[in-house]
Structures are given as C-alpha cells and as structure tokens.
C-alpha cells in the first residue's frame, strides 16, 4: 500500500503544502506530505503505510508552538486538528488530541467544572498541551489530567496515568518518546459556573493587555531560566524591538519575538540565536527554548 492510495479510503492527503499555512508565527516550508485524519481509524492506517514504507512523520497539533524550518518536513506531516471531540462524564472531560484547548477549558466551565481556568487563552491543542505540559498563570496541565490515551508508531494503545506521564516545567514523558496523543482526560472540581467563566475572562484581559497578540507568533519563546527572567534580561540587554528580517523581539513583551510582516522561520531562528549568545555573554545564562524547532534547513 502506498501513502497516496489512502486517498482511495477518503484519507486528506495533501502534497507539498506550505506549513506557513498552519503555524502561528505564520513561517515554515512545505511538508513533503500532509494528512488531517479524522478519527483513530485514519490515524492508524496512516501510521501502517509511515511504517511499511519506512518514511518520516512528524505530528503536529495546533501548530502554535512551533518554528519549522524553512527547507520544510520531509516524509508524513500529520495535524490531528479533525480529531477534536470533547465529551463531559461527571467531573471528568475528555478531550481528543486535535480539540483545542480553550474549547476544551470553555467545555468544562460551561459545565460548572473548575480546574482549567488558567488555559483559557492558551491558544494549542490538547495533544500539545498535554506533550508540552502547558501552563500559565499558575496552573499547569500535570495539575488536571487525570490519564492520557496514546498510539505508538507501531499501532499499539496505552494509557498513562498523571504519575507515568512524568510532568514538570513545560515537560512530559512524550518528549522523550514518539508517543502519539490521542486523548486526555482531566479530572476537575465542581464550581460555580459563572465564578469559572469570570475568571477565565480575566485572565483572557490580562493576556490582552500583556502580550502582542495582534501579531503571529510562538508564545513565549524561551522557557524561564532557574532564577531569572527572561523579559527583563532582554530588555536589559537592549534587544527588545531587535528586528531581523521580519522577526522581531516584542516591544510589548520581550519574551515573544512577533512577524512583523514577510518573516520567515531563518529570521526567527537568527533572532533566537542572537538573544541567546547575548544573553550568554551578559548574564552567563543559558536560554532554552519552549518553542521547538524541526524541520530541514533551506538549500540556498
Ligand atoms: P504544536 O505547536 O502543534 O506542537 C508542539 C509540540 O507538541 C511538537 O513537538 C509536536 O510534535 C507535539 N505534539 C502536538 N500534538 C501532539 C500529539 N497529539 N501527540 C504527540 N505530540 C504532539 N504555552 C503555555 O504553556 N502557556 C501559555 O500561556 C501560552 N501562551 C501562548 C500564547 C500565544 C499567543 C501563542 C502563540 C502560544 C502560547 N503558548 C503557551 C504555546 C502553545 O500554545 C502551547 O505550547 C501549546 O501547548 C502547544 O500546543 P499545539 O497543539 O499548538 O502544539
């Protein structure tokens, strides 16, 4: 069987399709091939052709923590954005991988659960929520998933418990494996529903009014150094408002780096560079970054 014939099964199988499209920093080249399965069914019949034909995949949820090189993906791209339902049992929601994860915190408000207050505005998708152990405003996914479904590239399901998930800053066991997410479910607290709706609207204002969210961009592009800060650092430095090419570090906020228009992923990753190796001179801090990098480098 070959990728092209799943088409045959009404598989979305697209090629050579720009991930700018998708990314929210709005940056990236192609993939090579580019799948939106619709249910576990597609997933798996995608993953037996990767495997038989031995070929690259890459998986990607809501695309917004993510710079992906501008020479593009080689081999399957999969975004598991189709595969988004959410469903309510007492006080536990389940979400799969593809749903995002406002939809899913807005699910459980609206059913006078509490617990996700604080991903309101995180703007990805369950199943990177889940591999990125997203967080904000003190609250972190390792806090309200109770169990997290996967596939492996092999086809097998397993199902993780909170513990084995192995949380911790912007972390989780799936970064270290090639784990796939195909639900989690989150076990939260019932509450008054319009209390829950509140907060999360303030939190949203907050967000409004602290972070450049009427340009593209990852988020924040660093994850926070043991003992500093990196807006600050930035800002001492004097690199906020550097611009390369079309990337530049945010005049509102430092930690994000916006596309002022027409950047492309090498501007970002210049940027990043150049923000790392000076705040390494300055401050003898190592910046990692949250925002993961993939993809192949442009040939010139
Ligand atoms: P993607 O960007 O699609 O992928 C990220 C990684 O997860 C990739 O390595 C991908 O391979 C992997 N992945 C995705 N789905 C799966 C899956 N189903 N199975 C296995 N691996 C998978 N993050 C925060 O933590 N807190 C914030 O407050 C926050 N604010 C943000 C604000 C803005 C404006 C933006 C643009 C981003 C922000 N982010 C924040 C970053 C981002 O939204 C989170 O990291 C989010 O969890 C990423 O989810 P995603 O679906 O977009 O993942």
Redesign the pocket.
């Known amino acids: 069987m070959k990728l092209l014939d799943l088409r045959k099964d009404g598989i979305d199988i697209q090629e050579q399709i720009p991930l700018s499209r998708y ?2 920093t709005k940056t990236g080249g192609p993939a090579e091939f580019l799948a939106f399965p619709k249910n576990i069914e597609e997933l798996k019949k995608l993953l037996k052709v990767v495997k038989e034909e031995q070929m690259p995949l ?9 710079i992906i090189r501008d020479g593009g993906i080689t081999g399957l791209v999969i975004i ?1 954005t189709e595969m988004k339902k959410i469903t309510v049992n007492n006080n536990e929601v389940v979400a799969e ?2 749903a995002k ?1 406002v939809d899913t915190a807005f699910t459980a408000a609206r059913a006078g659960l509490s617990g996700m207050e604080f991903a309101a ?17 003190g609250g972190e996914m390792q806090e309200v998933v109770e169990s997290v479904e ?1 596939i492996t590239p092999n086809g097998e399901m397993k199902t993780y418990s909170n513990e084995e998930m192995e949380f911790s800053y ?1 972390h989780s066991l ?2 270290e494996n090639d ?4 639900q989690a479910t989150f076990k939260l607290i019932p509450g008054k529903k319009n209390k829950i709706l509140d907060e999360m609207e303030y939190l949203n204002a907050l ?1 409004q009014y602290k ?1 450049p ?1 009427e340009y593209p ?4 592009v660093f994850k926070r150094p043991k003992g500093h800060f990196v807006g600050p650092m930035i800002i001492k430095a004097g690199l906020q408002g550097k611009q390369i090419g079309g990337a530049q570090d945010s005049t509102k906020h430092a930690g ?1 780096i916006v596309n002022k228009g027409g950047a492309t992923a090498t501007d970002y990753l210049d940027l990043i560079h150049l923000i790392q190796k000076t705040i390494k001179e300055k401050f003898d801090v190592d910046l990692h970054t ?3 990098i ?1 993809g192949n480098n442009k040939e010139d």
């Open positions: 990314t929210f890459t998986i990607i949820g809501n695309a917004s923590n993510l598991l991988a593809g994860i505005g995180i703007p990805g998708s369950i199943g990177g929520g889940v591999f990125m152990n997203a967080g904000a405003y996967v912007r799936i970064q784990d796939i997410v195909l967000r972070q969210l961009s990852c988020g924040s994000f949250e925002v993961r993939i």
